[in-house]
């Protein structure tokens, strides 16, 4: 079956009320700001994998100010995705840098040995396959050390990894933080000199809604 332009139109208005309804119920009083609603509306056609601003090879870097909404509007994303669209390529997991470097200095495996690695942020035990995810909080110094290991570099390494298997594979990684990438101090050169190959990078604007 051809679907003409009428068609597509009414198929894409449908989509974007099942989007608002999920989330609405998932969200309470969910809304979105004037300034962010062409954002919004790119985001929405980015995670349904149709050609728009963004580039679709690449990952999202999402950046605004503390409490604007961004971890959110994400992690709202990755829900929706799972829900409507289960098997879809475009979907993705979601992990904080505090929960990365939790992981690096207590994680256990299944047998509850100690495991440190963080090849559980890249490739799935459950296919052996990279999966896309995003990482949250991007830029959040942890001015820790583990056995000598600055927390730091384990976090430089991560996006090492998910830099090699967008490189391979195409596995999309996203963030989002505070920061944009021209502001960032956690990562070394060699990290931010790939960040512009990697990600479409999309400010969230507004202040803080956290009261």
């Not at 208005?13 to 309470?28: G, Y």
């Not at 409490?67 to 979907?91: D, Q, R, V």
Request: aromatic fraction near 14%; glycine fraction near 8%.
């Amino acid at each position: 079956m051809i679907l003409d332009l009428e068609d597509n139109i009414l198929a894409e208005m449908s989509f974007k009320r099942k989007f608002l309804n999920f989330a609405n119920e998932k969200i309470e009083g969910f809304k979105i700001i004037e300034d962010n609603k062409t954002t919004l509306n790119d985001l929405f056609l980015y995670f349904h994998g149709n050609i728009g601003t963004f580039d679709l090879k690449k990952g999202i870097y999402l950046h605004g100010e503390f409490g604007c909404g961004k971890t959110s509007i994400m992690m709202l994303f990755s829900k929706y995705l799972a829900n409507e669209f289960p098997f879809s390529k475009n979907g993705f997991g979601n992990t904080s840098i505090e929960e990365v470097a939790e992981y690096y200095k207590n994680g256990r495996d299944e047998k509850g040995n100690k495991e440190n690695s963080i090849e559980k942020y890249v490739i799935s035990k459950i296919t052996g396959n990279p999966y896309s995810i995003c990482l949250h909080e991007i830029g959040k110094e942890i001015n820790e050390k583990y056995y000598g290991t600055d927390i730091n570099q384990v976090i430089n390494s991560l996006m090492m990894r998910r830099y090699e298997v967008f490189q391979k594979y195409g596995t999309r990684t996203h963030c989002t933080s505070n920061f944009h990438p021209s502001n960032l101090k956690c990562f070394d050169n060699a990290v931010l000199d790939r960040l512009k190959e990697q990600f479409n990078f999309v400010e969230w604007k507004g202040g803080s809604f956290r009261k």
